[in-house]
Structure formats: C-alpha cells, structure tokens
C-alpha cells in the first residue's frame, strides 16, 4: 500500500513536469502506470531463453545465429506497431567490418645514446598495432616520455605541459591519476583520446608502455587475434576503436624496454607508475630513437543494424529523438570452457535486447505517445569495439542533430530484486534529474557506480554517443539488496567469475526475471521524461563532453 501511495505521488510529480493541468493528472498517471504494467517477467525469460538458445551459435555479427536474432527482434518490433527507420524504409543500416590481423612479422632498431639495442624484438618487446588501411606500417623517429599522454582541462592535468613532442613518437603509460573521477579516467584512457591528444600536440606516432614491473616479459599480440574497424563503401575506416589517421602509427612495448628508455633518461622506471598514480605528471625527453615496421591481413564481414521508430506526438518535437539502444551480438564459438564452445551471451546482452522488447511493448500499450519520437536501436559489433553504435551514432539513419539522448541497456545483471541503480554517464548532463525522477517514481535509489575500475561507462555503446556529442547514460545495478546488508556487489563478482564472456552465460545461469521487468521499466520512463521534456537535454557546464 505504501508503494502504491508513493507511486501517485510520483504520477502527479511527472504530470507536473509534463505541464498537465491538475484535473488531468490522474488520468495521466494512471495511463502511464497502467502501460507500463503491462512489461512482462514472463516475456523476458522468452525474449531470452530464445536469443541465447545453442542453434543461434553465439549471435556472431556475419553469422546465421545473428540473422536469426535479427529476424526474431523485427518480429517482435512489429507485433508492438514499431515502424522500420533503417536505410531505404527498411529495419537495418548495413555495417561494414574490417577484421586486421598480423601478417608474416614485423621489424625494429632501437638506438639508445648512440648504441644500438639488439636485445630488442619484435615479437617480444614490441607490436604495432593492425592497420586497417594501410597492409604495410613503419614508423621511425626521436622517442618522448609523455606521462598518460592526457590533456584534461577541467581537472588541470596536463602530461604535455612544457614537453616538445612535435614530430616525435611520444612513449605514454596506459591510465590515469586514481583522483581522476570514473568517466573522465575512462574517457582519457581511450585509445582515440589517447591518439588525438598526442597528434593535437604535435607528435606523429604513439607507443603504449608497460609500467608495471610484474607484467609479464612477452607482450600480448594485438594482431593475433585481429582488430576489427567499420568501413565506408570506399575503404576508409569510419570507427574503430584503436585505428586514428592523424598519427602514422599506433604500437606497444613491454616493461623491459620502458626501463631501458627510463634509464636512457637517468629515470627509474619504477617509479613511473607510482608518481603518475599520485596525480604528478612525469614526462620527459628520451635520447633514442626507434625504426619499426610491420604487414597485415584484412578480412571483410558483411553486418547490420536493427531500427525501429516509434513516432511523438507533438508536430515540431517528433522530429527529434530519443534513442533505446541495445546490442544484439555476442562472441559466437570459441574456446571450449568445461565441455562447451558456444558463448550463448544470455545476460550479454539478450537480457538488454529482451528489456529493449518491453519497452517497445509499454509504448504500445500506450495511448499517451511522447512529444518526441523513440529510436529502438539494435546494434552489432559491440563485443568488437562498440562498432556498430559507433557508426550509427556517427552516420544515423535520422539527422544527426536530431537525437537528443541515448538510454543504452547492456547486461543489466538481472540477479537478484532490483532496489538501486547506477546511473553511467548520468552525471555529465541534465539526464541525472530524468534518472532521479523515474527512479524515484520506481521506488528505486540512485548510487555512485561501485566499480569506478571497471571503466564501465566507456566499454558498451552509449560511449560511441557521448563522444558524438549525444548525451548519454547506461543504467547499471545498485548495491541495496533486500536483507539491508546492501553487498549485491559481491554477488556480482561472483555471478561475473562464473558467467561473464562464457558459454556459461546462458538460460540456465541465475536470473530475476521480474527484476528484469523492472529494469524495462525504469529506462523506459527515464527515455518517456526526456522525450516529453521541452528543452533538450544539455551537457553540464565545463564538462569534459560539454564541446564533443
């Protein structure tokens, strides 16, 4: 009863917002309420139970298994009066992958202070990283010690301050001050942001070092497995998440090499990352020079996104849109994990897909349609790079000043009552007050993200609309659980030990259904409040996205 009394209040809070005249807030609570009751716990474990059934293989972009999601999902579109809003009137955007990996191998020369170091290989000690366009990589020049190689305004960092790198391959450390708050270390650890800032300061190629002395000796092969890149029709790279035209080349070296260039400098490299962690820039000059170079191999996969349209209601807004997104693809066959190799991805990310559905399902039950239109947004290529929201956030199928906002939904970890959430992203812009009011008309209390180290807020999709300028947010649990001890964080890292990225993750792993009912819910309101909001939502001032 006492939820019930909350929820009224909540309904005429939100017809406040909306402008509804007093007689009709009632009327508006109720036929909001009512829709949104019709979100499903039994639809969901359906929606699921199908997306990660064995005979779809892992839902891998190019394979059949992500056909047949895709003919499932527009199925489901349909039944809910979705419209198609892809190219040429239909249900998808064609997307174009390039799959580069390593050819036969690669060369370097080191010099440091005159000498030649022969100690070093490639293969060992360094890699470049694949190329999309070009089949033939090299680079040489004078080395640099930039820091984190990070350039953050409005924390007044900067690791190239008083340093000359123009024209120099820049040596930088992969991280950030641990005062940095979560988005702004996330978001300047990127490799693009890393790669931009290095080129906006002169410097024609960048080198990843490790830092840490325990790392292992043999660097980790970026090219074994292959990275993968979005092309337009002519060849050109469109997205990727490591590939950027305006440096030449893009490389690693392990630790052993980072003390002999440290050394070069009278430096300790064991101190390097500790002095970064306390948030004290260390860069400096290195007297060498390096000449490296390598080949790939391309591979071309055909993809494609899915989008739906559900049309506002207002005739000026509903040419503006606030988009659901949600990725479809998960990790195919791979490496058999106790006796099987089909990586089912149930809770990722059928679970987002499956809450993407209800939400599809409460507008059409809906006879109040928003002011502005809806994009329901499947995207491929996330378990790739986020390369599929990428390229529709870069190239939509709608003006690309028309989208407002983004609410991303990927593996909400329905495990267990859903009582909190966190809210990624939400703090940059005036979405944080959308947040508050639907979690507050839900019952739900909002928290800071428990694992600001995870870098969550830039590893799903709703990254590839922040740096497009499109706030965003992406909706994770909170740590409230129903017996007050609020540690819902320590069953997740077990739930994320067993099940994450494993053919483990599949129908037969833990769920809470009905808290995936609720979790639909939530990002529907939150999406429902934006689109009826007058004003479009706006970057908080001095933000570090507020000119993306």
């Not at 790939?296 to 207002?314: C, L, P, R, T, W």
């Not at 947004?377 to 939509?396: I, Q």
């Not at 992203?425 to 979690?439: I, K, N, P, R």
């Not at 037969?508 to 909001?533: C, E, H, P, S």
């Amino acid at each position: 009863m006492k939820t019930r009394v909350i929820a009224a209040g909540a309904a005429c809070a939100l017809a406040l917002i909306f402008n509804q005249a007093s007689a009709q807030q009632k009327k508006y609570g109720d036929a909001v309420d009512a829709a949104m009751q019709t979100a499903s716990a039994d639809d969901i474990k359906a929606s699921i139970t199908y997306l990660a059934d064995d005979k779809l293989l892992g839902r891998q972009p190019g394979k059949p298994g992500f056909q047949m999601a895709a003919d499932y999902v527009i199925g489901e579109l349909k039944n809910y009066g979705v419209k198609p809003a892809g190219e040429n009137n239909g249900w998808t955007q064609q997307v174009r992958f390039r799959r580069t990996f390593a050819g036969t191998g690669g060369t370097v020369d080191l010099t440091v202070n005159g000498k030649k170091i022969d100690s070093i290989k490639y293969g060992t000690d360094i890699f470049i990283y694949p190329d999309p366009v070009h089949k033939n990589v090299s680079s040489s020049g004078t080395l640099t010690f930039a820091g984190y190689g990070i350039t953050d305004k409005q924390l007044g960092y900067d690791d190239y301050a008083g340093l000359d790198v123009k024209g120099k391959i820049v040596v930088i450390v992969r991280g950030a001050p641990k005062s940095f708050p979560s988005s702004n270390a996330s978001h300047n650890m990127d490799l693009i942001t890393i790669q931009k800032n290095a080129a906006a300061h002169g410097a024609k190629a960048v080198i990843l070092a490790v830092a840490d002395s325990t790392a292992r000796p043999i660097l980790a092969n970026p090219g074994r497995r292959g990275t993968y890149s979005i092309m337009d029709d002519k060849g050109v790279p469109v997205v990727s998440r490591n590939y950027f035209d305006g440096v030449e080349m893009l490389g690693s070296i392990g630790y052993k090499t980072l003390r002999t260039l440290a050394n070069s400098a009278g430096k300790n490299a064991s101190t390097i990352l500790p002095t970064l962690k306390d948030g004290k820039t260390f860069s400096f000059p290195i007297n060498a020079t390096i000449s490296t170079s390598a080949d790939f191999e391309y591979q071309d996969i055909a993809g494609f996104n899915i989008v739906g349209k559900i049309e506002g209601s207002d005739s000026k807004l509903k040419k503006e849109y606030v988009v659901h997104s949600a990725h479809l693809d998960h990790l195919g066959v791979g490496a058999p994990v106790q006796g099987d190799s089909i990586y089912n991805g149930a809770h990722d990310n059928a679970s987002g897909v499956a809450s993407l559905l209800q939400i599809a399902k409460i507008y059409h039950n809906l006879g109040i349609k928003p002011k502005r239109s809806i994009l329901i947004v499947m995207v491929t290529g996330e378990e790739l790079g986020d390369l599929g929201s990428g390229y529709f956030a870069s190239h939509p199928t709608v003006p690309v000043k028309s989208m407002v906002a983004d609410v991303n939904t990927d593996m909400p970890t329905i495990i267990a009552p859903l009582l909190s959430v966190t809210a990624l992203g939400a703090e940059h812009s005036s979405l944080a007050a959308a947040v508050d009011t639907a979690s507050a008309y839900m019952g739900l209390t909002v928290e800071p993200d428990p694992e600001p180290d995870q870098n969550r807020f830039v590893r799903s999709d709703q990254y590839s609309f922040v740096v497009h300028g499109i706030p965003a947010l992406h909706i994770k649990y909170g740590a409230r659980t129903p017996d007050g001890k609020n540690n819902l964080n320590d069953l997740v890292k077990v739930w994320r030990a067993k099940y994450y990225h494993k053919p483990q993750d599949d129908i037969n792993g833990m769920f809470d259904f009905d808290a995936g009912r609720k979790y639909a819910q939530l990002n529907f309101l939150i999406g429902y409040i934006v689109a009826n909001t007058k004003d479009r939502p706006t970057w908080n001032k001095g933000d570090i996205f507020e000119k993306n």
